[in-house]
């Protein structure tokens, strides 16, 4: 079992920067593939972001490649996403979430625990 906890969302301006964190319980999160997902109001939840257990494999949606990296702290349990240069398209609920399968995956079916979310709004 993994509880995962989201903290660093907030209102930007665009062409602003922050940097979400994903707090993890639990002593096996190195083992777990981690994932950052977003859901924007009427819109499907769409991977944004997912890297292995060890960091050595990375994947980015093509909306925010050059933009935004993914990390992880196994030592602290802790996975990030740093988001620079947004947008207002960026304007979205953002959640972690933790797989036990191995993998990069982009649908959300793959994953198995979830944060709760948190806000990012991007102002024009």
């Known amino acids: 079992q993994v509880q995962l906890v989201e903290s660093g969302g907030g209102l930007v301006q665009a062409g602003g920067s922050l940097r979400l964190s994903c707090a993890a319980s639990?002593?096996?999160?190195?083992?777990?593939?981690m994932g950052w997902f977003r859901q924007a109001p009427g819109k499907e939840r769409d991977v944004v972001a997912s890297?292995?257990?060890?960091?050595?494999?990375?994947y980015y949606a093509d909306s925010v490649k050059g933009r935004f990296t993914i990390s992880r702290d196994n030592a602290k349990n802790t996975v990030y996403l740093q988001m620079n240069r947004l947008k207002p398209e960026d304007t979205a609920v953002y959640y972690c979430a933790a797989s036990q399968r191995a993998g990069l995956f982009t649908s959300d079916t793959a994953y198995d625990y979830w944060g709760q979310g948190t806000q990012v709004t991007v102002s024009s």
């Open positions: 890297i292995s257990w060890n960091g050595g494999r990375i």
């Open positions: 639990g002593r096996t999160f190195s083992s777990y593939v």
